[in-house]
């Protein structure tokens, strides 16, 4: 929605620039993990995913960090644009597909 | 989003009134789910669907009923809406053996 951004952290990068958003996840039996983006207005859109015998993904100028032992996740994106622009969150799953928990977010601002 | 239809898109109620939001899909995703998005708060989920007929509730459900009589349909209903429940309101379905979500367009709900 148009209001999900309002109180959550917020990254400006400017264009062209690498960005790393980060989200601390809580349970450390989650076996799964999404990133989401989420544009002003519209509902929340798959980007990438890892599994937890995994620690690193990549995708089309995105990858996915996976540190298991501080329970950290991180999506750096590269050479950001503007239609970067976004709130992005995490999910973790547990117990398989019976439990997902859908991080806060964190906005990300692209400076043109 | 493609293969899943919110309405109405928005909608004001007034207090005590029931409010009945639907999703519709072309995607025929055995799971679909309604969540609220609130700020300062992950997704939330109210109920889920298994398959036609079985719904079982989310961590916030109490106020809130759903049915699914169809694969493509499921309806959340505000038996009484409360201010309380001022939202944005996500569905979204998984496919079977897929961890990730594909969400709706939301529907902005305001109860005055």
């Known amino acids: 929605g148009e209001n999900v951004g309002l109180h959550l952290p917020t990254l400006s990068v400017q264009e062209g620039d690498n960005s790393i958003i980060n989200c601390a996840y809580s349970n450390s039996a989650s076996d799964y993990f999404i990133w989401y983006k989420q544009e002003s207005g519209k509902g929340p859109q798959f980007i990438i995913d890892?599994?937890?015998?995994?620690d690193k993904r990549q995708g089309q100028r995105v990858t996915v960090l996976l540190n298991k032992t501080v329970k950290h996740l991180s999506l750096q994106i590269a050479a950001t644009q503007p239609g970067d622009s976004a709130v992005y969150f995490c999910a973790e799953n547990s117990r398989g597909y019976q439990k997902v928990t859908f991080g806060t977010g964190t906005k990300l601002q692209v400076i043109p | 989003d493609a293969g899943i239809t919110q309405s109405p898109r928005h909608k004001v109620t007034e207090t005590g009134t029931p409010v009945t939001l639907r999703c519709h899909q072309t995607e025929n995703h055995r799971y679909m789910y309604w969540y609220r998005q609130d700020p300062g708060h992950g997704l939330r989920l109210i109920h889920y669907s298994y398959g036609v007929k079985d719904t079982d509730k989310g961590e916030v459900s109490d106020g809130y009923s759903v049915s699914r009589s169809k694969t493509e349909d499921f309806l959340l209903t505000l038996e009484s809406a409360t201010s309380s429940q001022t939202s944005v309101y996500f569905c979204?379905?998984?496919?079977?053996?897929?961890?990730?979500?594909?969400f709706g367009s939301g529907t902005r709900l305001t109860v005055v």
């Open positions: 979204a379905t998984r496919d079977r053996g897929i961890y990730g979500y594909t």
């Open positions: 890892i599994r937890s015998n995994m």
